[in-house]
Structures are given as C-alpha cells and as structure tokens.
C-alpha cells in the first residue's frame, strides 16, 4: 500500500499559475496527475517514470511541466497560463509494481 498526499491546489485568475505537489510513503516507477471536471471523466494529465520520461495531454503541452524527486518520493505539477477550463479536481497518482494508488484529489480553480 503507497499513501499519496497531495498540495498545492486554490484558486486562481485566468493567465495565473500554480504548483502542485505530491509525496508517496514509498517509491514508485511512475507517478503523475490526473484531473476529474464536473460531469466528465478523469483524464490524464501528464506522468513521469523514475528515469525522467514524460507524457502530456494535448490540452497543456507547453503550460504545464511535470517533473520529480526521487529521493524525495515526490512529484510536482508546474501549471502555468491556466484557463477556465483547467478548472477540475488534480488527482496524483502512482504505480508500484502491478499496482495504482490515487492521492485524495486537490481541487483547482480557475476563474476572474
């Protein structure tokens, strides 16, 4: 069992930015973030295994830079330029082994 705890969340202007932060009980290969907006499905994100490689979503290649600190067993979420419609609940999520583990989601706003 891998705990996740996660930060960072709040409310912010259309254009403005925030950090997401993430620490897991144990270390995992993969580790990344996913968001759930009201009546849609949980999507990803972006990830990062333990040897750096990255995965975006579409909708935030260019704002949003995933990145991690293995000796820290954390995971980070740079959301920069963000619009109304990154307005969901973040979830961090990690894999150990056959195994995925979901943080309890930090919610982020974004609205004038």
């Known amino acids: 069992q891998v705990q996740l705890v996660e930060s960072g969340g709040g409310l912010v202007q259309p254009g403005g930015s925030l950090r997401l932060s993430c620490v897991a009980s144990?270390?995992?290969?993969?580790m990344g973030w996913y968001r759930q907006a009201p009546g849609k499905q949980r999507e990803l994100v972006a990830s990062?295994?333990?040897?750096?490689?990255?995965n975006y979503a579409d909708s935030v290649k260019g704002r949003f830079t995933i990145s991690r600190d293995n000796a820290k067993k954390s995971v980070f979420l740079q959301m920069n330029d963000l619009k109304p419609e990154d307005t969901a609940i973040y979830y961090c999520?990690?894999?150990?082994?056959?195994?995925?583990?979901w943080g309890q989601g930090t919610q982020v706003t974004v609205s004038s």
């Open positions: 990062i295994t333990s040897d750096s490689t990255t």
């Open positions: 144990a270390s995992t290969w993969l």
């Open positions: 999520l990690c894999r150990a082994g056959m195994y995925s583990y």
